[in-house]
């Protein structure tokens, strides 16, 4: 009994999808509504005219919500995000996980604010990844003409390098270093088709920062080898980027947006609580991620702050192991930051 009322309790994981149009969301969303997983998943669409779903699939509906018979469910949102999540939430039965698709030319930060911002949801759902299909064919020329392509980028735990077999292996490598320049913690997984193993994409845990921290301690370094793509990756990693920028993918892609990596000694939390503040509501607009590790001056806690534009939030973590260097780390990926200000601000929060 008391397990079952544990897992009641527990927040249900939401992963975000995100990718341009024709990147492969449709085809994920029908594996995930048709494939036998043994998992009940309920996926929000915006328009569910546009995406493909079988009829025969389908084996009961309401107005907004249909029953597919592996036991997931699909709905639209017509009208508001959280009152489509609320209406979820009170059938019977629940999921084990939500998946909001965004439309094809959204920024997925609106979606993923309502999951930190909305009381009700955020104490049912807990934000696990904003995963983004990248179409490998058109890439190149989506970094070119489009902004929302590269903040879709910008902003995923998990990207997805969709239809890898209409390109060539060299490509695809220059590829994926354009990817790493935008956004270096992201995890890439090559694909075919959306072929993924459903549990790479999702509950992965990916936004929440401390389990990411426990299954990598290094998700915070740039260049570290294991980020680029999944354990199941075969192909080698060399270290591509200086300072958060490749130079070889620079033939695909001019970037404007930017990751900054600061590294600094333990904080004074007098200083650095109203830098943190006043960073993110003045550069807010072109923050798109930002994640951190602080060492807090005497507290015996490392402490995760991470934030989506203006929003930021932090918590205590575990404590700081004895063999650990208590350094304060802090990465920012957003368009038009001014590195050296951050960086000399930052250095000047210290103890």
């Not at 609106?110 to 696990?128: G, N, S, Y």
């Not at 910008?154 to 956004?183: S, W």
């Not at 740039?222 to 200086?242: I, R, S």
């Not at 001019?254 to 590294?263: K, M, T």
């Amino acid at each position: 009994m008391s397990e079952a009322v544990n897992r009641i309790a527990e927040p249900i994981p939401v992963t975000v999808l995100t990718g341009y149009l024709g990147a492969g969301k449709t085809t994920l969303l029908n594996r995930i509504l048709s494939e036998d997983h043994g998992k009940r998943y309920a996926v929000i669409v915006n328009e569910f005219g546009e995406i493909g779903i079988d009829n025969d699939l389908i084996v009961e509906s309401d107005e907004e919500i249909y029953e597919m018979n592996n036991g997931c469910v699909c709905c639209t949102v017509r009208g508001d995000l959280i009152r489509v999540v609320e209406g979820l939430m009170r059938r019977p039965g629940r999921f084990d996980a939500i998946v909001v698709e965004t439309t094809g030319l959204a920024d997925p930060a609106p979606v993923a604010q309502t999951f930190f911002m909305d009381d009700d949801v955020r104490a049912k759902t807990r934000l696990d990844a904003v995963v983004a299909l990248v179409d490998a064919k058109h890439l190149p020329l989506r970094l070119k003409d489009s902004r929302e392509a590269e903040d879709q980028i910008a902003f995923a735990d998990v990207v997805l390098l969709n239809k890898t077999d209409l390109v060539e292996g060299e490509e695809l490598a220059r590829l994926e270093q354009a990817i790493r320049a935008i956004n270096p913690s992201a995890r890439i997984h090559r694909t075919e088709r959306a072929g993924v193993a459903l549990e790479k994409v999702l509950d992965r845990g990916a936004f929440d920062l401390q389990r990411a921290l426990e299954n990598d301690p290094h998700f915070l370094d740039h260049g570290h080898p294991d980020h680029a793509c999944g354990p199941d990756c075969d192909h080698d990693h060399h270290d591509h980027h200086d300072q958060g920028h490749s130079h070889t993918a620079a033939d695909i892609h001019d970037a404007s947006v930017q990751s900054i990596s600061l590294r600094a000694g333990p904080m004074n939390p007098e200083r650095f609580f109203p830098w943190i503040q006043k960073t993110t509501q003045i550069d807010g607009p072109n923050i798109l991620r930002l994640k951190g590790i602080v060492a807090l001056d005497n507290d015996e806690d490392r402490y995760v702050v991470q934030g989506i534009h203006m929003i930021v939030e932090g918590d205590h973590e575990r404590p700081w192991k004895p063999d650990e260097k208590r350094e304060s780390r802090i990465v920012f990926i957003g368009r038009d930051l001014d590195r050296e200000k951050l960086k000399r601000t930052f250095e000047a929060c210290q103890a």
